[in-house]
């Protein structure tokens, strides 16, 4: 079989761990202990039993109502769901700190199946083979699978000894090659984040001829949202995900917030790939899980008190763990390698990952679980360490 050389070069995104072969406390996927909020499994019960018909039909491929109630939910929360202040009746205000200086409006929001997918348009839309662009050394696997999808260069930064980004050799490495930055905010498997002063700061010195991506898919559980930042910047990209905070995974949404010429942009491309990429149960399930936005920030508050809890207990059994701001821990022991950890606390029946990239190979990312299995964690650790 003769293949095309795009093919061969191709390096595919390997996902944590799904096994078959027996029941693992899945703490290695950073998806949500939780299930979605019970108006979900309502919503999708009566739209499967009361409209059959419409799983004949096509959905919208445009989801506006998605996108209505996706801005609904950000004004609502200000994009911060563990610090949304919720009333006793039900209703939410977003902290001071989140608050978003203006309207978000569904023109500023486009949505596909997963934030991956969303990703894959984005860096078809914005970035090009001709020029390199730049991104954290470690951050989301997934971008160097997209780039060499699409055949565009990378220009990786290491980080810091910290292991908070380098800021400013990012900046110098973009205004070298005239490109555009993507980075995760918090980042992944650090789960450390830049403040959004600190990403003013650098979209101020970055070129506003070319694209500023920055992923929040994990800035509901501590970060802070970006979002703010479009009323300054219109080269501003800012993705996020239902799979993580919205307790989604299984959903398959993802969406963009961004100025509405972009998201036209982007539009354009998913219109020249697939016009329907949010089926119609999806579509129902999103809508009702951004009206609930009460049950979605209890959610990510009580997964990042236990975040919290998780990092001092490390602490106290000698790990290096850095103070994360997302659902997940990371975090190496100077007496056990992290490839010897992963597998003793796999025998036990608990799923962590570990990555075998260099640079990291040493630490394990620990994703945060329900109070239960999380103690069921530190059983495990205290035995092995």
């Not at 995760?184 to 959004?196: D, H, I, W, Y």
């Not at 995900?241 to 509405?260: D, I, M």
């Not at 799923?351 to 109070?371: D, K, Q, S, W």
């Amino acid at each position: 079989m003769i293949l095309s050389s795009r093919v061969q070069k191709l390096s595919p995104y390997v996902p944590g761990e799904q096994p078959k072969d027996r029941d693992y406390i899945k703490l290695n996927a950073n998806e949500n202990p939780y299930p979605p909020s019970p108006s979900v499994i309502k919503a999708v019960l009566d739209f499967v039993q009361n409209n059959p018909q419409k799983l004949a039909l096509y959905p919208d491929p445009d989801s506006l109502e998605l996108h209505e109630v996706i801005a609904d939910m950000l004004n609502a929360s200000g994009g911060v769901l563990c610090r949304t202040k919720v009333a006793s009746d039900g209703t939410v205000e977003p902290a001071e700190q989140d608050k978003i200086p203006f309207k978000v409006t569904p023109q500023m929001i486009y949505t596909g199946n997963g934030s991956d997918e969303v990703l894959s348009m984005v860096f078809y839309a914005f970035f090009d083979s001709s020029k390199r662009f730049v991104m954290p050394q470690f951050t989301y696997s997934f971008y160097p699978v997209y780039a060499g999808y699409y055949d565009i260069p990378m220009d990786q930064v290491p980080l810091k000894e910290d292991w908070s980004l380098d800021v400013d050799e990012i900046l110098t490495r973009a205004q070298k090659n005239n490109s555009g930055i993507i980075f995760a905010n918090p980042n992944a498997p650090t789960g450390l984040g830049l403040t959004r002063e600190q990403v003013r700061q650098m979209l101020l010195k970055a070129s506003s001829d070319e694209i500023f991506i920055v992923d929040e898919a994990y800035v509901d559980f501590g970060g802070e949202s970006c979002i703010p930042l479009l009323e300054e910047f219109n080269n501003l990209v800012i993705i996020r995900t239902f799979s993580k905070s919205l307790c989604g995974a299984g959903q398959r949404l993802g969406y963009l917030v961004s100025n509405p010429e972009l998201v036209n942009i982007v539009t354009t491309v998913k219109n020249c790939v697939n016009h329907f990429p949010i089926d119609a149960v999806a579509q129902v399930s999103g809508r009702a899980a951004c009206k609930d936005v009460a049950y979605y920030s209890n959610a990510a508050r009580e997964v990042a008190r236990e975040r919290d809890d998780f990092y001092n207990f490390l602490n106290s059994k000698g790990f290096y763990v850095l103070k994360s701001q997302t659902n997940f821990l990371f975090a190496k022991h100077p007496s056990i390698s992290g490839a010897e950890l992963y597998k003793r606390i796999k025998e036990q029946g608990i799923l962590i990952r570990h990555f075998n990239t260099p640079g990291i190979e040493e630490f394990v990312r620990i994703t945060i679980g329900t109070p239960q299995q999380m103690k069921m964690l530190r059983a495990a650790i205290e035995e092995i360490i």
